[in-house]
Nanobody, 125 residues
Framework: QVQLVESGGGLVQAGASLRLSCAASGRTFSSYAMGWFRQAPGKEREFVAFITWGDRNTAYADSVKGRFTISSDNAKNTVYLQMNSLKSEDMAVYYC??????????????????WGQGTQVTVSS
């Protein structure tokens, strides 16, 4: 079994920054990639970013490209999401994901097997 624990959410003003963390534990970590998704009230869960564990290739949603950066600390089995220039539309619960079932289509939430409990990001304007 795998546990994913997110942290770092909070309340910030528009234009501010936040850094989310997600630590994986529970078994020898061997996930092909880790990702971040978010879900705002009344909306579908949407892709934010992912990073492949071996070569650290990254991908981003267009809405966050240039503002958010995903990174990883392989020794700590931890993935980070640095969020800069936050906007009101970034407000959501952010979820960490691990162990994708495939190596393509990782922008789809259905591609991932394990999820964290989520951390709230609130942006005030």
């Amino acid at each position: 079994q795998v546990q994913l624990v997110e942290s770092g959410g909070g309340l910030v003003q528009a234009g501010a920054s936040l850094r989310l963390s997600c630590a994986a534990s529970g078994r020898t970590f061997s996930s092909y990639a880790m990702g971040w998704f978010r879900q705002a009230p009344g909306k579908e869960r949407e892709f934010v970013a992912f990073i492949t564990w071996g070569d650290r290739n990254t991908a981003y949603a267009d809405s966050v490209k240039g503002r958010f950066t995903i990174s990883s600390d392989n020794a700590k089995n931890t993935v980070y999401l640095q969020m800069n220039s936050l906007k009101s539309e970034d407000m959501a619960v952010y979820y960490c994901a691990a162990y994708p079932r495939r190596i393509f289509g990782l922008q789809l939430s259905s591609a991932w097997d394990y999820w964290g409990q989520g951390t709230q990001v609130t942006v005030s304007s």
